[in-house]
């Protein structure tokens, strides 16, 4: 599953490009960073089944002719 | 048809009397080459004196203790549980058992054979367990009634999760897969009721893991005797 | 195009959501700016969850049917539900290391999500390990419904063993919710949002798989 490394990967990304800082709570970096993987791996998953899709209506055109 | 002949109580009665001709089956066959009990047996000897080769002259605290004990149980049931369907399939002897007995029958003659012999490999490796790593069980009856309550559960598990296995292409590691999962409920409050009893407790405060281990099996029992005509149908 | 006014109802919907996540609402106490996790968080673990029930409700309709669509259902759910599980685990990692300063440390909420993880990858190592087609459905069925029994177990088993750290935005002993109305307006109508993404997603994923089937009963 492509899907899930990318995803994979994503998380990791998120995890390392998190900056530091000293007041708990204060940081709205980790929000946007919650926020962006969550919508990337919507849209990659989106990606994901739109390829598949294509797929399926490459093979029903070529069946057709 | 005579409504009382059919009868409930006589359904079960040769339910049960057929249950038992499967386990007796199964139990000579399994004396005859020993396959699963060696290697059960072997494997849990082996990661006993694993564990307590590692831990070396250290005395474990009780928490750890009744985890090992768990663990050993757990990985040692993985090893062996499977054989029970895995042989069927592998012996091609799996479509005359479907003509000759009624699925429900089936699974409990096989369930029984797992619970035995999970129960003959506690029977050597506790002794050894408790020598070896040196515990003191101070609440025995609790901690029996624990052991026997979690292989029970751990036995129901194996036996369903082995019926799928031995339909799929990949059966040793997917077994374990498969079963780790919904295994955590008997791991987890048979750990901690064996460590409350190794530390004195006696069946009163063990009373709410004895509670869901039971409840636990017999609602995993129940729903396997329900879904197993579907695995087992072909 | 008439149809699918729910579409970009949708994304209209959601656009406002995050405005109003980052504008709107306020922040809670003691959690500070990562409050606003709570709108994206919460609802992809609801969908997580959701799509676990609607897969088991599928397989136990395919158990009494025997009809392979409902499989197809089971199956993408189960899907979807795993990439919601993924995106609440690392996200919930993340904003764990901010206010807990670890990125796991077994909290009662990281290991039931980690058990349910558990059970997806389980369900889909058993999916590719059989060949048969309604082979497949059937034990793949029987064990999401198992699975599914064992869950209200875990539920009442995980909490006793460890103490949780985890904020309570509605599921809490009492029953009340401790919530700012604002915050609550957000929360539910991202929890809505999420849920009609959910829904869209299974759609295409499932029409997907019914084409899939159609191709290859024709070959």
Known sequence: ???????????????????????????????????????????????????QLKQVKDKIDWENE | MNPRKYGLEESVWTLLVKSNIIFQKDFHLEFRTRYAINAIILFAVISLTAVSFSVGPIQLEPPIQSAMLWVIIFFSAMSGLSHIFVREEEQQTSDTLRLVAPPTAIFLGKWGFNVVLLFSLEIIIIPLYIALLNVEVQGMSAFLL????????????????????????????????????LSIPVLRSAIQGTWTAIQGGGVAQCLADIQLL??????????????????WRK | MRRDWWKWFLGIWMTLMILGAFLYTPVAKGLGETTRVLYFHVPAAWVATLSFLISAVYSIRYLQ????????????????????????????????????????????????????????????????AIEDTNQKARLAAVYSILAFVTVPFLVFVIPRIYDSLHPDPLINPEVKIKMDPRMLRVFLGSLF?????????LRIKTDIEFLKLKLTKRM
Do not use: C
């Not at chain 1, 490394?5 to 007041?23: A, D, H, I, M």
């Not at chain 3, 949002?193 to 997603?201: A, C, E, I, K, S």
């Open chain 3, 65 to 128: 049917k025997q009809q392979i669509q409902y499989d197809v259902w089971a199956a993408s759910s189960a899907q979807i539900g795993f990439i919601f599980t993924i995106l609440a685990t690392v996200t919930g990692s993340i904003w764990a290391k901010e206010i807990w300063h670890s990125y796991w440390n077994w909290d009662p909420r990281e290991t039931s999500i980690f058990v349910l993880l558990l059970i997806y990858a389980a369900y889909f190592a058993l999916r590719s």
């Open chain 1, 1 to 51: 599953m492509g899907n899930s490394v990318s995803l994979y990967l994503l998380s990791v990304l998120g995890l390392l490009f998190q900056p530091e800082t000293k007041e708990v709570g204060q940081n709205i970096y980790v929000v946007l960073a919650v926020t962006l993987i969550v919508w990337l791996g919507v849209f990659f998953f989106l990606l994901y089944l739109d390829r």
């Open chain 2, 146 to 181: 624990i052991i026997v309550l979690g292989s029970v559960g751990l036995a129901s598990i194996g036996t369903i999760m082995a019926a799928i296995v031995a339909q799929a292409s990949t059966r040793g590691a997917l077994f374990a897969v498969l079963s780790f999962p």
């Open chain 3, 193 to 201: 949002g999420f849920t009609l993404l959910f829904y869209w997603m």
């Open chain 2, 214 to 231: 039971f409840s636990f099996t017999v609602v995993i029992l129940t729903s396997s005797i329900l879904l197993f005509e579907f695995i």
